[in-house]
């Protein structure tokens, strides 16, 4: 049987394009499989180290193979670009991915357990709740103003606005209808929410590193359960990588010696960074409208010189290297000085 240096996969819902090199870097298996014909085909294989761009659907394979003893390794979809040839197909796909693969300094996913994907599933799905009660929200504001009944902003402010528009003369009957339909759409989304809110209460209570998460100022239980259930702190050299792989760094367009930063990179996890981001504008706010005497000093300078958007930033990028000190050494927050009235 052909012994395989590494195998670049190129994954689809039907179809695994695979490209395999021997060891002394040449191609030795260029094929399609089924979905049906992958694990069988490794099955037969020696371990071998496998690589795939990091998707939802590879952590499954992933784990498949990692059970059948071979090295899987997965890859930012972004950083096989490069390596890309001319005309874009499932074998050059492959191709790039294996070549990829084998770069030295290439960085890799870690591959997710079965639970931990489970547990950020639960995030995610409450997210999307949240966003589809907004879009209903937006949606019975945006007919109510069409009668000319408003109201402010917020999902508390709903009811209020029910009991306005059923209260309205005017407004015919089916567009009363239709109001309380949407109206029943959010109050049905209000108790899954609460419902997913309960259980991931009880899951951070669970959860160690997220308990001490929450201790630092401006990380509350879902933002802390993200952290411990998104990030692997072994797979960072430091706090710094951390925060550039969330894309919390600024992007560099630096040459001939000159270096010239730009906005955050936006890259990594984009839930993750609006988190930490909100967390941080929470804290700033705190600052500037009660004066929390909590704040250290080197925030408060940087108000003084910045933007609070820019300060929000920069605060996250700094709760992300907190976090990522508090996880590997297994400690909680450790408040710094407070600073004093008069030195505020």
Not at 103 to 122: C, L, N, T
Not at 195 to 204: E, S
Not at 280 to 294: K, L, P
């Amino acid at each position: 049987m052909t012994q395989y240096k590494r195998i670049g996969i190129d994954t689809s819902k039907t179809v695994f394009t695979l490209h395999g090199i021997d060891h002394s870097e040449q191609p030795t298996a260029r094929k399609n499989l089924s979905r049906a014909q992958l694990i069988p085909f490794f099955r037969k294989l020696p371990p071998t180290e496998i690589v795939m761009e990091a998707c939802g659907a590879a952590y499954h394979w992933a784990r498949q193979l990692i059970a059948l003893g071979h090295d899987v390794r997965l890859i930012p979809p972004q950083y096989v670009k490069p390596f890309l040839k001319r005309g874009k197909n499932d074998r050059n796909d492959a191709a790039a991915i294996c070549e990829a693969g084998g770069r030295p300094e290439m960085r890799f996913v870690p591959v997710k357990s079965i639970e931990r994907q489970a547990q950020g599933m639960v995030l995610k799905v409450r997210q999307t709740l949240i966003d589809q009660r907004t879009a209903l929200a937006n949606t019975l504001r945006g007919h109510a103003a069409e009668f000319g009944v408003i109201a402010g902003k917020g999902v508390g402010r709903i009811v209020a606005l029910l009991a306005a528009l059923e209260r309205e003369p005017a407004i015919p009957p089916v567009a009363k209808e239709m109001f309380v339909v949407l109206g029943q759409e959010v109050a049905h989304l209000d108790t899954r929410i609460d419902q997913l809110d309960a259980r991931l209460a009880a899951a951070h209570k669970a959860n160690e590193d997220s308990r001490r998460l929450a201790t630092m100022p401006g990380i509350g239980p879902v933002i802390a359960l993200t952290l411990a259930t998104e990030i692997d702190p072994g797979a960072f050299r430091s706090g710094r990588h951390l925060a550039a792989w969330i894309g919390l760094t600024p992007k560099e367009h630096s040459t001939g010696g000159k270096p010239r930063l730009g906005g955050i990179s936006r890259a990594g996890n984009e839930r993750l960074r609006a988190l930490l981001v909100s967390g941080a504008t929470s804290v700033i706010n705190a600052t500037i409208r009660f004066g929390d005497q909590r704040t250290t000093e080197w925030l408060r300078a940087l108000l003084r010189r910045k933007p609070r958007k820019v300060a929000a930033v920069a605060l996250a990028n700094k709760m992300a290297r907190i976090a990522w000190a508090m996880m590997v050494r297994g400690e909680s927050y450790r408040r710094p000085a407070a600073v004093g009235a008069a030195a505020a």
